[in-house]
């Protein structure tokens, strides 16, 4: 199928990386229909809107930066997502001008269900998650402590 973007304009794209979210993404409530398009061999992908090519949201696999994130994700979001086992989980990307300021949101994933083709972004209540975790603060650790 093929989509409009802004940042590569039109792109062909598998029906397979098409994701409903029947509420929107919060913030952006009409928007229902996006494409998981991944970046090759690298923890990071885009969310591209159906509807408006302007509207995109880098994502990152959350675990290749916080091999310890963790969450229990409510039976109620579970069974709305129709979540039976393969579940894949994304958390928005904040890009700053210099690199090493960039945010990941770990307060509020995006859980998708590959089977269904059906996502939601869930905001995690009692948490201990912030919306704005830096997304380099490990690999800077380790390079500090050689």
């Known amino acids: 199928m093929m989509i409009q973007t802004m940042a590569w304009g039109s792109l062909e794209v598998d029906e397979s990386q098409k994701y409903q979210f029947n509420k929107g993404m919060p913030g952006f409530e009409q ?3 996006f494409v998981l398009i991944p970046f090759a061999d690298e923890p990071f992908s885009y969310l591209q809107s159906l509807k408006n090519k302007d509207l995109a949201f880098l994502l990152a696999d959350p675990f290749q930066f916080y091999p ?6 409510p039976e ?3 069974n709305e997502l129709q979540i039976d086992g393969n579940v894949v989980i994304r958390c928005v ?20 269900n590959p089977d269904q083709h059906m996502g939601k972004q869930i905001v995690l209540h009692k948490s201990p998650y912030q ?3 830096p997304l380099w603060s490990q690999s800077i650790d380790v390079e500090g402590s050689e």
Not at 68 to 73: A, D, G, K, R, V
Not at 93 to 106: A, F, G, M, P, R
């Open 93 to 112: 990307l904040t890009l700053k001008d210099q690199v090493e300021q960039s945010s990941i949101n770990l307060l509020a994933p995006l859980v998708m």
């Open 76 to 78: 109620e979001e579970a």
């Open 68 to 73: 310890n994130y963790e969450f229990e994700l």
């Open 31 to 33: 928007e229902t229909e």
């Open 131 to 133: 919306t704005r975790h």
